[in-house]
C-alpha cells in the first residue's frame, strides 16, 4: 500500500497543531523576543544570597524555559509531521541553538545556590519563594557531597574525558560495526543493524534468528577486549566520581540523585528472584508452546502467538481503550474521550512522518501524542500507553507551576503502564476468541520477561560489576563473561541451552554506560502494575490516591509521590505483588496449554 502525502490525510486524524501557535508568524514573533532576552539572567549573577534576587531570578528562569519550550516542541513536532520540510528542519535547528544559548546562560544559578551555607538555603524567606521550597530542599540535600569551588571545578572540566569510554562505545557500535548479511524468511538479502536485529530474531523461520544471533554476536566477541577495556573505564569512572563526592559506593552516589533508597534497587532483585522458577516455567512452555526438540537463546523472541488477524479500526480502538479506563472513573475518561476529539492525536502515517509513538507538548496548553496506527491489536496498546504519558502531563500541567510541571523518570513509565495493565484486563473479560485471548496473554508476559526480569538481570549485572571493580577484582573479557553466564543460569535455568554467545551480551548493551538506570523500567512497571489491582480491587478511593499522584508532576521526591498512590517502593510488597500478576498469567498460559 502506498504511503499517503500528510495533505492526504483527513483534518480530523492531525493534531491540533495550531493550538500551540495559530500561525507561524507568532512562533518567529516569541522566537525574536525570547532571542533578544537570551542574556537576561547575567543581571543576577553573584546576587543569588538574597532572598528577593533569588525569587526574581528562578520566576525570569522559568519564564524564559516556558517560552522556549513551546518554541521548541513546536519546531520539533512540525518537523516530525514531515521531516522532509526544510523550514522546519530550519525551525527545529534554530530552537535547538537557543535552548543550549539559554541553558547556558543559566547554568550559574545552581552552583551558585549550592555555594551558600546550608542554614542559608534552609531559612531564606519571602512571599513567593515557598513554591521553590522543594526544588531548594533538593538542591541542599546533596550538599554534603558537593567540594570546595577549586575541587568542583577541577571534577567539572574532567567530565568531558570521563565521557570518553561511553562515547568510544558508542562510536564503534553505531559507526564503526557493521554486521553480516543475511537471508530473511523469504530468501531476501539482508544486512542486519541494531534497528532490525530483534524483528529478524522474531521470525517464524528458526535458520533466521539461529544466523542472525550468530552473525551479531560474532561482531562484538571479535571487539571483545576493545569493549572490555570500555566498560572498565566507565565502571572505573562510576567509582571516581562517586568517591570524589564522598559517596560509600557508586551505586549509592547514582540512586541520590533522584533521593533512591539502594534498598529499592537491591529489594527489586531479591523479589525477582523469589519469582525465577516462574520464569523457569516460561521458558520450558515456550519449549513444549513452540514445539522444540531444544530452547536456544535465540528461540526467545520469536512469539508463541502470532499476532491474530483481527483489523482493528481507530474508532474501535478509541472506544474499547474508554471502555477499557471505565475503573478510572468517569472524570479521567471524560478528558480521554475530550483528548480524543478535540486533536490530541496524530493519528496515521503519511510520508515523511516520524516513526513509533510518544506523547509531548508544552506547559499550559493541552498534551500531543504521535502514532502511526496501522489497524492492528498493539495499535490499540498504543493509544492506551500514550494516552497514559498525555494524562499525566495534563494532571501536572493543571496542578504545578512550571518549575515541577515534568515528572521524574522513576514514575515516567507508571502512568503509561497503568493504562496498558487496565486494557489487557478489560480485553481478558470481554474476549472470547481462543487465539486472541492467547495473543493477550502473552502480550503481557513478554511486557514481564523484558521489562521486568530482563532489565533486573542487567540491573544484577551493573551491581555486581561494579562490587567487583569497587574490590579490586580487575573486569576482564573472562571475569565478565563469566559473571553474565552466571546470571543467565539464574535468570532463565536449565530448560533453555545457553548458547556460548549469550556470555557476550554486556558488550552490547549501551544502557550500561549509564549505570544504574535501567532498574527504574523493572520498578515503574512492577508500581503500574500494583497500582492497576490496586484501582480494580478499591475503586473510587484508590482512583482519588491515583489521579493525586497523577498532579504531583515533580514536586515531591518519586518514592513519596508512588506511596501517596499506594505504593511502597521500599517495601517488597509492590514488586511482589506485581510478579504475583506474572504468576497468574504463566498459569493461565500453562492452562491453555
Ligand atoms: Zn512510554
Not at 537570551?38 to 528562578?58: Q, T, W
Not at 555555594?115 to 538555603?121: G, N
Not at 515528572?407 to 473479560?429: D, Q
Request: with cysteine.
Amino acid at each position: 500500500m502506498e504511503i499517503k502525502q500528510r495533505s492526504e490525510i483527513q483534518r480530523q486524524y492531525k493534531w491540533r497543531i495550531e493550538d500551540l501557535y495559530a500561525l507561524e508568524e507568532g512562533w518567529q514573533f516569541d522566537y525574536d523576543v525570547l532571542s533578544a532576552r537570551e542574556n537576561e539572567l547575567d543581571k543576577y549573577r553573584g546576587r543569588l544570597g538574597d532572598a528577593s534576587v533569588l525569587l526574581e531570578c528562578l520566576r525570569v528562569k522559568d519564564e524564559l524555559e516556558e517560552a522556549m519550550e513551546r518554541l521548541f516542541v513546536y519546531a520539533n513536532m512540525r518537523l516530525h509531521e514531515d521531516s522532509r520540510v526544510s523550514e522546519y528542519q530550519g525551525m527545529a535547528d534554530k530552537a535547538g541553538n537557543l535552548l543550549s544559548k539559554l541553558s547556558a546562560s543559566a547554568a550559574f544559578i545552581e552552583p551558585e545556590i549550592l555555594a551558600l551555607p546550608d542554614s542559608r538555603i534552609k531559612n531564606m524567606a519571602k512571599p513567593g519563594l515557598e513554591v521553590y521550597r522543594h526544588y531548594l530542599d533538593n538542591l541542599a540535600r546533596l550538599k554534603a557531597h558537593v567540594l570546595s569551588p577549586e575541587m568542583e571545578e577541577l571534577l567539572a572540566r574532567s567530565y568531558e574525558i570521563a565521557e570518553a569510554p561511553q562515547n568510544a562505545y558508542s562510536m564503534l557500535n553505531n559507526a564503526d560495526m557493521k554486521f553480516a548479511v543475511i537471508k530473511d524468511e523469504y530468501g531476501k538479502e539482508v544486512q542486519i543493524t541494531h534497528g532490525r536485529y530483534i524483528s529478524l530474531m522474531e521470525s517464524a523461520n528458526r535458520d533466521v534468528r539461529r544466523e542472525t544471533f550468530n552473525a551479531f554476536y560474532a561482531e562484538y566477541i571479535k571487539m571483545k577486549n576493545t569493549i572490555a577495556a570500555l566498560y572498565n573505564a566507565s565502571v572505573k569512572k562510576d567509582i571516581f566520581f562517586a568517591k570524589a563526592h564522598k559517596f560509600s559506593s557508586s551505586i549509592e552516589a547514582s540512586l541520590a540523585e533522584n533521593n533512591i533508597p539502594v534498598q529499592v534497587y537491591t529489594n527489586l532483585i531479591k523479589v525477582t528472584e523469589e519469582f525465577l522458577p516462574d520464569m523457569h516455567r516460561y521458558v520450558r512452555l515456550r519449549k513444549k508452546i513452540l514445539n522444540l526438540p531444544e530452547l536456544h537463546m535465540y528461540d526467545l523472541y520469536t512469539p508463541l502467538v502470532p499476532e491474530a488477524d483481527t483489523k482493528v479500526t481507530y474508532e474501535d480502538a478509541k472506544a474499547t481503550v474508554l471502555q477499557a479506563l471505565t475503573p478510572m472513573g468517569a472524570e479521567y475518561t471524560r478528558v480521554v474521550k475530550s483528548g480524543f476529539n478535540s486533536g490530541w492525536i496524530d493519528v496515521y502515517e503519511n510520508e515523511g512522518k516520524r516513526s513509533g509513538a510518544y506523547s509531548w507538548g508544552a506547559y499550559g496548553r493541552h498534551p500531543y501524542v504521535l502514532m502511526n496506527f496501522d489497524n492492528k491489536l498493539n495499535d490499540m496498546f498504543t493509544i492506551a500507553h500514550e494516552m497514559g504519558h498525555a494524562m499525566h502531563s495534563y494532571y501536572s500541567w493543571d496542578a504545578q507551576p512550571y518549575v515541577y510541571s515534568g515528572h521524574t523518570i522513576f514514575t515516567a513509565e507508571v502512568a503509561s503502564t497503568v493504562n496498558e495493565a487496565l486494557l489487557t484486563e478489560h480485553l481478558l473479560k470481554v474476549t472470547a476468541d481462543d487465539i486472541q485471548r492467547r495473543y493477550i496473554i502473552n502480550h503481557f508476559i513478554e511486557q514481564f520477561r523484558s521489562t521486568v526480569f530482563r532489565q533486573t538481570m542487567f540491573a544484577e549485572f551493573e551491581m555486581l560489576a561494579h562490587q567487583m571493580a569497587e574490590q579490586g577484582e580487575p573486569l576482564t573479557v573472562s571475569s565478565l563473561c563469566e559473571l553474565y553466564r552466571g546470571l543467565n543460569e539464574k535468570y532463565y535455568g536449565g530448560g533453555i541451552i545457553l548458547d556460548s554467545q549469550i556470555d557476550f551480551e554486556w558488550a552490547r548493551i549501551p544502557h550500561f554506560y549509564n549505570a544504574f538506570y535501567v532498574y527504574q523500567y523493572a520498578t515503574g512497571f512492577s508500581a503500574a502494575v500494583a497500582l492497576s489491582r490496586r484501582i480494580l480491587r478499591e475503586g473510587a478511593a484508590a482512583v482519588d490516591d491515583y489521579v493525586n499522584f497523577l498532579r504531583c508532576g515533580s514536586s515531591e521526591y518519586s518514592i513519596d509521590q508512588l506511596k501517596k498512590a499506594g505504593v511502597d517502593m521500599s517495601a517488597s510488597t509492590t514488586v511482589r505483588q506485581a510478579l504475583s500478576v506474572f504468576r497468574g498469567l504463566i498459569d493461565k498460559l500453562e492452562a491453555a496449554g
